[in-house]
């Protein structure tokens, strides 16, 4: 079975910084495409960053482009999003997924507050 599991959320005054990770059981990340999406409160989940693990070409929302970075562990099953210039408007659940077999999976998501 695919389990998904998001650490690394936290609290960070505007401006800062986290890195999440994206750590998967029952699947290899080798040949998915690994996104990151997030649901900020009274708002639908929107994407944010992906990348196709085999290839590591890398794909970004707008609002994400310049400021986040989605990278793969070279050796490991995982995928990380570097969050850098955090603003007030990125505080959400950050939720990362995976298709796998024409199913889409999803972790629990880690908070992330951005707040001063």
């Known amino acids: 079975q695919v389990h998904l599991v998001e650490s690394g959320g936290g609290q960070v005054q505007p401006g800062g910084s986290l890195r999440l990770s994206c750590s998967a059981s029952?699947?290899?990340?080798?040949?998915?495409?690994i996104q990151w999406f997030r649901e900020a409160p009274g708002k639908e989940r929107q994407f944010v960053a992906g990348?196709?693990?085999?290839?590591?070409?890398?794909f970004y929302s707008a609002s994400a482009k310049g400021r986040f970075t989605i990278y793969k562990h070279l050796t490991e099953n995982m995928v990380y999003l570097h969050l850098g210039s955090l603003n007030i408007d990125d505080t959400a659940v950050y939720y990362c997924?995976?298709?796998?077999?024409?199913?889409?999976?999803w972790g629990q998501g880690t908070q992330v507050t951005v707040s001063s």
């Open positions: 029952g699947v290899t990340f080798d040949h998915h495409v």
């Open positions: 997924t995976a298709e796998v077999g024409g199913q889409d999976y």
């Open positions: 990348i196709t693990f085999s290839s590591g070409s890398t």
